[in-house]
């Protein structure tokens, strides 16, 4: 994950977040192996960037998300599935 020093969001490589994403599922439990949270994406992503706090931290929060949903499009076995919440 790179960071675009204008807003700090990250620029995801569909690789490294692929990886990422079956690294998390690994850990999970067998039965709940088929799914990855974007809680836990966001927040493994957000652990190498400084989001900042408040409005301009939500804000990269929201970067990040719509940047994992385009780039898990280009991700062969993968897909987004909006959840209820």
Do not use: K
Request: charged share 20%; glycine share 8%.
């Amino acid at each position: 994950m790179r960071t675009d020093s204008t807003n700090a969001l990250p620029t995801l490589a569909p690789d490294a977040l692929e990886t990422l994403i079956r690294r998390i599922a690994a850990g999970q439990t067998p039965g709940d192996r088929s799914a990855v949270s974007m809680y836990a994406i966001v927040d493994a992503l957000a652990v190498a960037a400084h989001l900042g706090d408040g409005p301009v931290g939500w804000r990269r929060r929201v970067g990040i998300q719509r940047a994992v949903i385009d780039a898990v499009a280009d991700i062969e076995g993968l897909q987004f599935v909006e959840a209820d919440v």
